[in-house]
């Protein structure tokens, strides 16, 4: 079957660095998504990754292994503002995302 | 309008009843999606549409049904409602299969 699997709840402190982890297993393979959603709201995309590697946008930055089906979301300079869920999803091989339950990360001052 | 809208915002429902959810995009993407979002669950795919006049069945199909009648409209319908159907449902759209899913307001249904 397809899983995809991130921590359920995190808690960081402002200004601070945080690393969200997704392990995923699926039937093919066409790129992993992440998005933020705060409470209440829609999600909203974050990054793409379908090549191995380390992708930097702002203050966020996306990594993606294949080989070992891992991928992770590193939040530096944390703001009030980043206390939201973030959803893992992994684009299978007919071209549909499979979503993690995603990652409540609680932010302290 | 810009981007995504979904109506309506919230519904309560009473079992049995049927009941429309109408999303309408104006950017004129090809691919549109219908999500429900359950607590501790990923978002999990209804139907999808990958261009106008096509419809697929996603993960959990049973008991709704979608038309898409045009690029800007793909309305998901509960023939007849029941409480398990009670979740927030997301429509999303996007330009190809493999682009980012733009996600619309969400309506929030509940179904006594």
């Known amino acids: 079957g397809q899983n995809i699997d991130q921590p359920t709840e995190m808690t960081a402190t402002e200004g601070a660095i945080v690393q969200i982890n997704c392990t995923y297993q699926t039937s093919g393979f066409n790129g992993l998504f992440w998005y933020q959603q705060h409470a209440g709201e829609a999600p909203t995309f974050l990054s793409y990754?379908?090549l191995d590697g380390l992708e930097e946008k702002g203050r966020f930055s996306s990594f993606l292994s294949r080989s070992k089906g891992y991928s992770y979301l590193l939040l530096k300079e944390l703001q009030m503002k980043d206390s939201a869920s973030y959803l893992c999803a992994v684009m299978d091989s007919n071209y549909q995302l499979i979503w993690g339950a995603g990652t409540k990360l609680i932010i302290k001052p | 309008i810009a981007g995504i809208t979904q109506a309506p915002t919230s519904q309560i429902l009473a079992a049995g009843r049927r009941m429309t959810l109408r999303c309408t995009q104006d950017?004129?993407?090809?691919?549109m999606y219908w999500y429900r979002q359950d607590l501790g669950l990923g978002l999990r795919l209804i139907h999808y549409s990958n261009t106008a006049g096509t419809t697929g069945k996603g993960e959990v199909p049973d008991g709704y049904s979608v038309s898409r009648a045009n690029t800007d409209d793909f309305p998901l319908t509960l023939a007849s409602a029941v409480p398990s159907q009670t979740s927030v449902y997301f429509c999303?759209?996007?330009?190809?299969?493999?682009?980012?899913?733009?996600f619309g307001p969400g309506t929030r249904l509940t179904v006594l």
């Open positions: 990754n379908v």
């Open positions: 999303a759209s996007s330009p190809g299969l493999n682009n980012e899913q733009f």
């Open positions: 950017m004129r993407h090809n691919a």
